[in-house]
């Protein structure tokens, strides 16, 4: 996922001499158009030459301004979707580049959503893969707060869905999961934030910044999803799990759902460093509709992308090394083979990423419990076991340098051995 992100009003595309040209409109209240010295913001202006796009999508939010005809036929021929985003986080419209025609795949895909027992197996397959990881971002809470019991409840409704015969049997147990699930991420979200779950009311319009954050990570996800859907001729408005209403995507909301632990593995990270607050957003609007201010939203995309695309965070799939934007896709095509019958099932737990944590609540209390004998006996000077300490007493999350980590892994081991002994001796 790398997108080229545009916001104000009065934004433009055109096409100048062969050469897309992407302007940014201003931005509004102009107060917000100031960088941290309290100067005006300039709006960014692109100039590509065919081929040579470092970006794979264009999202643009507002409602003002223009894609020229020779733009939209210019963004077609590069692959260069253009979504369109409303300042609630939704995603209001996409302009895509043509799909391949297979109908084998639409007709298949028809034939499974009609087939009741076969629509059950996939919707489950879809729930399946996105309890799987919600169970290992509540795992990965659980090593530094105390959320034992909602892990706990989450596992037991987890294991109705093997019991689940339909698909609203499905969606029941998704729905009693999922509420468990929010209550964790609730306890780690700091109170002044005013976080209290990802009910209806919060999903659009959202009243607090821990829930606009998801709102417009969601709504980056799901262009990366519906890319990938457009890509393989599928058809986006026959889903299996999510219901078939006018004007939506189904099967994108589908795809998306195994995926979402990447949106939320990102916002953890923001709320546990205490990367925003209040100041960063603002309400406008009769409705008083929640808005990001620009500097947040550039910092959150570029968290986005490295979570995304970085080497830092890529799988091995198949005796390759994959970035999450590009496994999506390789999911979508397994899923298309499957429904032609090219494959005997479709599996979208793995791979599982690895989601590590250097500060643990066991390794704060070794931190905090250190003496300084113990200190130099491990080669810890003054100066690093200050900073450690300051590190384990406060709140947000912090790395520890793999030699220093080392040596406290080795004094856990010590200590260990010790106990061992002292309980052999009584």
């Known amino acids: 996922m790398n997108p080229l992100l545009l916001y104000g009003y009065g934004t433009t595309a055109s096409v100048k001499d062969r050469c897309l040209v992407v302007k940014e409109g201003r931005f509004t209240p102009l107060s917000f158009n100031t960088d941290e010295h309290g100067e005006i913001r300039e709006s960014k202006a692109?100039?590509?030459?065919?081929?040579r796009i470092p970006f794979d999508s264009i999202v643009v939010l507002g409602n003002s301004g223009y894609v020229s005809f020779e733009a939209i036929r210019f963004c077609s021929v590069h692959d260069l979707p253009i979504f369109l985003m409303g300042y609630d986080g939704s995603l209001t419209s996409s302009i895509l580049p043509p799909q391949p025609i297979r109908a084998d795949v639409r007709r298949a895909q028809l034939e499974a959503y009609l087939n009741d027992e076969k629509r059950v197996e996939i919707a489950r397959e879809f729930v399946s893969a996105k309890l799987e990881r919600s169970a290992q971002i509540l795992n990965w809470l659980r090593e530094k707060f105390d959320v034992e019991k909602e892990f706990r409840c989450f596992s037991?409704?987890?294991?109705?869905?093997?019991?689940?015969?339909?698909?609203?049997?499905?969606?029941?147990?998704?729905?009693?999961?999922?509420?468990?699930?929010?209550?964790?991420?609730?306890?780690?979200?700091?109170r002044k934030l005013e976080f209290k779950s990802r009910r209806s009311g919060s999903r659009y319009n959202a009243s607090d910044p821990t829930n606009a954050l998801l709102n417009y990570g969601y709504a980056f996800l799901q262009s990366c999803v519906r890319r990938a859907i457009n890509a393989t001729g599928l058809d986006a408005g026959v889903g299996f799990l999510h219901e078939d209403k006018a004007a939506t995507t189904p099967l994108v909301y589908d795809f998306q759902e195994p995926f979402r632990w990447l949106i939320d593995y990102t916002v953890l990270g923001m709320v546990e460093s205490r990367a925003?607050?209040?100041?960063?957003?603002?309400?406008?609007?009769?409705?008083?509709?929640m808005r990001f201010k620009p500097p947040l939203l550039d910092r959150y995309l570029a968290v986005l992308r490295e979570h995304f695309n970085s080497v830092g965070h890529t799988v091995m799939y198949r005796g390759d090394c994959v970035k999450w934007d590009t496994l999506i896709g390789l999911k979508v095509q397994e899923f298309a083979r499957y429904l032609v019958g090219k494959s005997d099932g479709f599996d979208l737990k793995s791979p599982?990423?690895?989601?590590?944590?250097?500060?643990?609540?066991?390794?704060?209390?070794?931190?905090?419990?250190?003496?300084?004998?113990?200190?130099?006996?491990?080669?810890?000077?003054?100066?690093?076991?200050?900073?450690?300490?300051?590190?384990?007493?406060?709140h947000k999350s912090f790395r520890i340098y793999k030699p220093v980590l080392e040596k406290l892994d080795k004094n856990k081991h010590e200590d260990s051995r010790v106990a061992k002994e002292r309980a052999k001796r009584l």
């Open 46 to 51: 692109f100039r590509f030459r065919p081929r």
């Open 156 to 190: 037991k409704e987890r294991l109705g869905l093997v019991r689940a015969k339909t698909v609203n049997e499905v969606r029941t147990v998704e729905g009693r999961s999922a509420d468990f699930y929010w209550r964790a991420f609730a306890e780690v979200v700091p």
């Open 276 to 289: 925003f607050g209040w100041d960063d957003f603002y309400f406008t609007g009769d409705d008083y509709r």
């Open 352 to 394: 599982a990423p690895v989601l590590d944590r250097s500060d643990t609540r066991d390794l704060r209390e070794r931190i905090l419990s250190l003496s300084a004998s113990e200190a130099r006996k491990l080669g810890l000077g003054k100066s690093t076991v200050h900073y450690l300490r300051k590190h384990a007493r406060s």
